[in-house]
């Protein structure tokens, strides 16, 4: 239960950030609030030679509004996150995903750009963000670059970024119009990584058809996922005439690589999806209509 | 590989030593500090025994290096009681409603229990269980547990009337 040992470095600035992840390569780890990462260092699940510390450096942390999204800084600490009002009017998924994670305690260090960058796909800030369209802003010592969240997963814990390249914040766009989100997760424990969880965010016109949608799916697979066959069986449709549960049942259908384990197969997992997806559907709809 | 010298504030008195990186805050309090309160049960996030306050928020010390919290504010469990010995709120309800029989959870659940009635004062039943839900205890069956987070959030409230 000790890690092993590391050197640890902590830059004052990005550029000095970039240039050691540059400079030390594979065998370098970027720590920001460490809940994730430290654990599996304890457990000796994994070992890094160097570890990165970016928690001082002030450019990363913070949250602002920029034209028609919020930008959030990569070391912004989940608490923060929950806490902040233009989140909460702005980006509500966001808001109401983050008391789902973890502790209290554990929401005080860990950080949104940790979790994204983590990508572990039963997380919930990973699924706000594929589910929202969020872009990812990432910098290396090249130069900036950008990734929609569509592009940004690409296997377990894993992402697009190249190996010196680091997150630096990710955009939420703002929807406006008559919209409502929502987002259920089953956990045997409070805490816990869900079993299967899901996001839905949708829009509807004045006549209460659904104008768009997203519906993200949590622990399903081994990315964050989009139910996109299901998403567009409901454009066009009256949002108070959709059947929740079959709108469920659609978006866990066709679901390829379910994990299984001790905790529940991949049946029962695809089932409780379904029904996560149905609730969360059923709030967002429920809100959007104005109900 | 090279230690790092660290130097924080812990319960109102500056400590420095000189580390390995991937000492944990945690031992940090323990074997440098001497500060044998903190306890140390799964050591990778799950049982909340080790929360100890850095500059003001509850946190897991196992899940955070000594280095991490170079120029930190921390209160441990030693910082909780009143400077003459007399038990804080908290530390009293938990004496009073039987909020502990081992004693081994203790120090986790107290210093989490400070920080959440200091940032929501008029808890709801359903808030307290959430906030309880990141310490195990194997002893009490936490029914003893809630009912001192609400009886000192009663003296607490009492006492901010005052």
């Known amino acids: ?291 | 590989m090279s230690e790092r010298s660290v130097r924080m504030t812990v319960n109102g008195e500056v400590r420095q030593a000189s580390v390995e990186p991937r000492l944990t805050l945690a031992d940090f309090l323990r074997e440098k500090c001497h500060l044998t309160g903190t306890h140390l049960g799964c050591e990778h996030g799950v049982c909340g025994a080790c929360t100890v306050m850095v500059d003001g928020a509850a946190v897991r010390s196992c899940l955070a290096f000594a280095v991490q919290a170079d120029g930190a504010e921390v209160t441990t469990i030693e910082g909780i009681a009143h400077p003459d010995g007399e038990l804080s709120a908290v530390q009293a309800a938990f004496r009073d409603c039987h909020g502990l029989q081992c004693g081994f959870c203790t120090p986790g659940f107290v210093v989490s229990v400070t920080a959440f009635l200091r940032d929501n004062p008029g808890p709801s039943d359903e808030e307290v269980l959430d906030a309880l839900s990141g310490n195990l205890c194997r002893c009490t069956g936490y029914q003893g547990i809630i009912r001192a987070v609400h009886q000192a959030a009663g003296t607490l409230r009492e006492a901010a009337g005052a």
């Open chain 1, 1 to 291: 239960m000790k890690p092993a040992p590391f050197e640890y470095h902590a830059p004052e600035s990005l550029p000095e950030a970039l240039a050691l992840l540059s400079e030390l390569g594979d065998e370098a780890k970027v720590l920001a609030g460490g809940q994730s990462l430290i654990p599996v260092l304890a457990l000796r699940l994994t070992v890094f030679a160097n570890l990165v510390d970016i928690g001082r450096i002030a450019e990363l942390a913070g949250i602002e509004r920029r034209n028609g999204s919020l930008r959030i800084g990569a070391t912004t600490t989940e608490a923060a996150v929950g806490a902040d009002a233009q989140v909460a009017s702005s980006v509500p998924l966001l808001a109401r995903a983050t008391p789902l994670i973890g502790h209290f305690q554990i929401r005080n260090r860990g950080t949104l750009g940790g979790s994204i960058a983590h990508a572990d796909p039963a997380a919930e800030y990973p699924a706000v963000a594929l589910t929202l369209d969020a872009t990812m802003e990432v910098a290396s010592p090249g130069g900036r670059r950008e990734i929609a969240a569509g592009d940004f997963f690409d296997g377990l814990w894993s992402t697009t970024m190249a190996p010196d390249e680091m997150l630096t914040a990710v955009r939420f766009p703002v929807w406006g119009g008559r919209c409502g989100f929502g987002v259920e997760e089953f956990a045997r424990r409070h805490g816990d990584f869900a079993m299967a969880g899901a996001t839905v965010a949708l829009e509807v016109d004045e006549a209460d058809k659904v104008k768009r949608c997203a519906i993200g799916l949590i622990g399903l697979g081994s990315t964050p996922l989009r139910a996109g066959g299901a998403e567009s069986a409901a454009v066009g449709s009256s949002a108070r005439e959709i059947d929740a549960a079959e709108i469920g049942r659609r978006a866990v259908d066709g679901l390829e690589s379910v994990p299984a384990d001790l905790h529940g197969s991949a049946s029962y997992r695809r089932r409780v999806g379904a029904e996560m997806v149905s609730r969360a559907w059923a709030a967002a709809s429920k809100e959007a209509c104005g109900e």
